[in-house]
């Protein structure tokens, strides 16, 4: 009956501990010239962290903070929390024993604590290091376990698989690929260490919200619980065999506790009434995918790389204004696929409209089954003489994967009515015939006032202002004549206008990467760069855009007669471009390095 109320009492103890909010993970022995971490942990979003001063200890880096976010599947259900942790880095340089204070932190605005605990630091002794290495004394294991290090777990029964929609796709062509978890344990948490390069590809993630989609499914024969962690869009680049690399994570499992005797008291909570689970860390790690990527065929005129199923509306805002009035032109491209990486039609628009460089308006939606969509392209059009005219006919060629053809959309040209401009205003400069024969007819009104008079033959006969002005008209007229003859050449200069239209695109492409820079939206920062080089790079030298690739540059570039110093650049610039972009979780300083030397390349240019 004794025994009986010892554990009772043992059990509430055990029970308020683990109410604790803030939690310590710290060995409770080490040996002497080791370095160890200390973590603290509160499942919650936690701010204003204030740690112990490890007095007797050298603090190597800390605390560094970070957050995970957690799914715990338990007989078939799922949920999720999201975990807070501080971590230290220590060094035990000097033998003794430690006691190391509480620390705090604040959730939602109430401040929680941790109490202190004891470190040890033992003389070296290379027998004694797995011990050590998470040993100690039962109070500090109280206040924070240690994950046990165990490959003991079967490997068929918690494994993580990679699966992709298509395995040979067209360059270009959306495929997806999914990572999942298959699970006949319960899990505590995941977190995943490393994120596949996918060289070759441009990647979009699909995964919304970090909901994870949780089912059933049996392979080989056995009954799995799956979770979808991880789900992604991807764009080969270029042709020929690519590899999709594997993804790597690490689980904690809850796995029945063994029990073990030890003579001693806290034998009680070894006991599986007490604690019947352990948490066991296991890596896992994906399987890497093989994929055969088809090149296109020969593409028609008009192509600019769009690859899916998609539809083309065009529209205007108005088909009837007056003279130097703009006019908004829409065209309207929809469906999915590579919507992200098309870029606007060659239209041309008639000598009469002054057109403006399209803006681009996205209306993307990322979901599980991919990218689809609109992309509008808004011109801004100025007739300048009135008369019926017509917008031509919109072509839009796009490559369909399912058919493996290329698919052309032609929308019927939109006639539009320029009236004249304001009359009040073109009154005053033009008369009809009528009046100039009422004129030589009727009689004009006669001047009571004739004025000031002149004699003819007095030097002053024109006032200074008359040759101030005479002398403006004549400079004015000479500077509409060199500015009209310079623009003249600049329009008949087809390759510098194309220059000067793709510096103009890439300066205010870097511009918007630059945004992105500062906002942290890494995945908008490195598609507004490779935009910005790639376009700079098919408009100077003059070369398809759809024959750009990384495999393609060197030859384009050495076509053109490129010097080899600047193909070395330019090549260098684009390698550490691509590898940024496939390589998330970059710093700050690493991605303004990039932005910089896209930069200089493209002044360079």
Not at 342 to 352: G, T
Request: overall charge positive.
């Amino acid at each position: 009956m004794k025994r009986i109320y010892i554990s009772l009492l043992f059990l509430a103890l055990f029970l308020g501990a683990s109410a604790q909010e803030l939690t310590v993970r710290a060995p409770g022995r080490v040996e002497q010239g080791r370095r160890f971490e200390v973590r603290y942990e509160v499942n919650d979003r936690a701010s204003d962290f204030r740690g112990p001063s490890f007095k007797g200890l050298s603090v190597l880096s800390g605390p560094n903070a970070s957050t995970q976010r957690s799914v715990s599947i338990v007989n078939g259900q799922m949920s999720q929390s999201t975990t807070t942790g501080f971590t230290y880095i220590l060094l035990a340089d000097v033998e003794g024993t430690f006691n190391i204070g509480g620390a705090s932190c604040s959730v939602d605005g109430k401040k929680i604590t941790c109490p202190g605990f004891t470190i040890t630091v033992e003389k070296s002794n290379p027998n004694n290091q797995q011990q050590n290495a998470y040993g100690g004394s039962r109070s500090n294991r109280q206040s924070a376990q240690q994950p046990a290090q165990s490959s003991n777990i079967d490997s068929k029964s918690l494994f993580a698989r990679a699966s992709i929609s298509k395995n040979n796709p067209y360059q270009g062509e959306q495929v997806i690929i999914t990572y999942k978890i298959y699970t006949q344990i319960s899990l505590s948490q995941y977190q995943i260490d490393k994120l596949p390069g996918n060289k070759g590809f441009w990647s979009e993630d699909l995964t919304k919200d970090g909901n994870i989609h949780q089912y059933e499914e049996t392979v080989d024969g056995r009954r799995y619980m799956v979770a979808e962690i991880r789900r992604g869009a991807l764009f080969a680049q270029e042709s020929g065999k690519l590899t999709i690399e594997p993804l790597d994570l690490d689980v904690l499992a809850l796995v029945q506790r063994q029990r073990q005797r030890t003579g001693s008291i806290w034998d009680l909570f070894d006991d599986p009434f007490f604690n019947p689970t352990q948490a066991v860390e296991k890596h896992l790690r994906t399987n890497s995918i093989n994929v055969r990527v088809k090149p296109l065929p020969n593409a028609p005129e008009g192509f600019n790389g769009a690859v899916g199923n998609f539809s083309i509306k065009a529209e205007t805002d108005t088909r009837q204004v007056r003279a130097n009035e703009a006019i908004t032109y829409r065209l309207t491209i929809s469906g999915a696929g590579n919507l992200m990486l098309i870029d606007a039609p060659n239209i041309n628009f008639p000598k009469v409209f002054e057109a403006y460089d399209p803006q681009i308006n996205d209306h993307i939606t990322r979901n599980n089954n991919g990218i689809s969509g609109s992309r509008t392209f808004e011109w801004i059009l100025i007739p300048r003489n009135h008369g019926d005219y017509e917008i031509p006919a919109a072509t839009f060629v796009f490559f369909d994967p399912n058919t493996g053809r290329y698919v052309t959309k032609k929308l019927p040209a939109i006639p539009v009515h320029i009236d004249k401009g304001d009359p009040n205003s073109m009154k005053s400069v033009t008369s009809t015939k009528n009046e100039v024969k009422l004129l030589n007819s009727d009689i004009n009104y006669i001047q009571t006032n004739p004025g000031r008079l002149f004699p003819t033959n007095r030097k002053d006969v024109f006032p200074w202002w008359f040759w101030l002005t005479l002398l403006l008209i004549v400079a004015a007229t000479a500077a509409a004549i060199i500015i009209g003859r310079r623009r003249q050449a600049q329009l008949q200069d087809i390759a510098g206008m194309r220059l000067r239209r793709a510096t103009k695109m890439a300066r205010k492409r870097l511009k918007t990467a630059a945004d992105y820079l500062y906002t942290g939206d890494d995945n908008r920062f490195y598609e507004e760069i490779y935009k910005a080089i790639w376009g700079c790079l098919a408009d100077k030298y003059n070369i398809q855009l759809s024959r750009l690739s990384s495999d393609t540059v060197r030859d384009c570039l050495s076509e053109k007669q490129v010097p080899e110093e600047q193909q070395q650049r330019i090549l260098q610039t684009l390698q550490k471009v691509d590898f940024a972009r496939f390589a998330p979780g970059d710093a700050a300083s690493r991605k303004q390095e990039i932005y910089n030397e896209a930069l200089q390349m493209i002044v360079m240019i």
